[in-house]
Antibody, heavy 121, light 106 residues
Framework: EAQLLESGGGLVQPGGSLRLSCEAS????????MNWVRQAPGKGLEWVAY????????YYADSVKGRFFISRDNAKNVVTLQSNSLRVEDTAVYYC??????????????WGQGTVVTVSS | DIQMTQSPSSLSASVGDRVTITCRAS??????LAWYQQKPGKAPKLLIY???TLESGVPSRFSGSGSGTEFTLTISSLQPDDFATYYC????????FGQGTKVEVK
C-alpha cells in the first residue's frame, strides 16, 4: 500500500527555519512527481511546491518563492521542504502529496497525514 | 494565475438527497480538474480526476462532469459518510484549489 509520512513540523519564531520531510513507502518513489500542499487553520488548501521524479524540475507558489526549497533523495524515498524566513502566515498543516502520474500537472492521489507548522513569537 | 470559484460555500442536506457542487475556472482548463473530499483533521482524498474519471475505490454515487470553465460534482444519494468538505482543483497550469464546499447535516 502506498503511504506518505511527514515529519519535522513544530513551533518556530518569525524569521526562523524548518525542514519538513516526507518518507514514501509502498511504491516506486523515483517514478512519481511529489508536492507539498498546506492548509492554514480553518482555511482551504494551497499548493506550495512540486518536484519531478528525477528532481530536475521544481515549481513553487508565488507565496513561498525564494523562501522555500523542495528537494528529494530517491535512494532514501524522501522528499524535503526547507522553509526559511518563516512568517506568521506560513502557519498551517503541511501535507506531502503524490502526483498520480510521473510528470507534468496531475491530480494528487496519495496524501500524507500532515505535519503542523506554527510560526509565532 | 487560474482562479477557482466553488459554489455554494456550504449546504445543508439529508441522507438520500442529491447534492450538486459547482466549480468555475477563471479561464478554460479543458478537463484538467479534480475533486477531493476532506474530513476534519484528515488529509484530502481524491475522488475524481480529469473532470469525470472516478478514482479507484470511490463509490459510484459520486460523479463529475464539465469541461472548459464550468464543472460539477454530484452525489446521487447522500450517505452518512459523505458529510465533509469538498474541494475542486485545477491542474491545467500549476495547481489551484477552490475555496471548498462544506456539506452539513440538515
Amino acid at each position: 500500500e502506498a503511504q506518505l509520512l511527514e515529519s519535522g513540523g513544530g513551533l518556530v519564531q518569525p524569521g526562523g527555519s524548518l525542514r519538513l520531510s516526507c518518507e514514501a513507502s509502498g511504491f516506486s518513489f523515483s517514478r512519481f512527481s511529489m508536492n507539498w500542499v498546506r492548509q492554514a487553520p480553518g482555511k482551504g488548501l494551497e499548493w506550495v511546491a512540486y518536484i519531478l521524479g528525477s528532481g530536475s524540475t521544481k515549481y513553487y507558489a508565488d507565496s513561498v518563492k525564494g523562501r522555500f526549497f523542495i528537494s528529494r533523495d530517491n535512494a532514501k524515498n524522501v522528499v524535503t521542504l526547507q522553509s526559511n524566513s518563516l512568517r506568521v502566515e506560513d502557519t498551517a498543516v503541511y501535507y506531502c502529496a503524490r502526483n498520480y502520474d510521473s510528470s507534468g500537472f496531475k491530480a494528487f492521489d496519495i496524501w500524507g497525514q500532515g505535519t503542523v507548522v506554527t510560526v509565532s513569537s | 494565475d487560474i482562479q477557482m470559484t466553488q459554489s455554494p460555500s456550504s449546504l445543508s442536506a439529508s441522507v438520500g438527497d442529491r447534492v450538486t457542487i459547482t466549480c468555475r475556472a477563471s479561464r478554460s482548463i479543458s478537463s484538467w480538474l479534480a475533486w477531493y473530499q476532506q474530513k476534519p483533521g484528515k488529509a484530502p482524498k481524491l475522488l475524481i480526476y480529469e473532470a469525470s474519471t472516478l478514482e479507484s475505490g470511490v463509490p459510484s454515487r459520486f460523479s463529475g462532469s464539465g469541461s472548459g470553465t464550468e464543472f460539477t460534482l454530484t452525489i446521487s444519494s447522500l450517505q452518512p459518510d459523505d458529510f465533509a468538505t469538498y474541494y475542486c482543483q485545477q491542474y491545467d497550469t500549476y495547481w489551484t484549489f477552490g475555496q471548498g464546499t462544506k456539506v452539513e447535516v440538515k
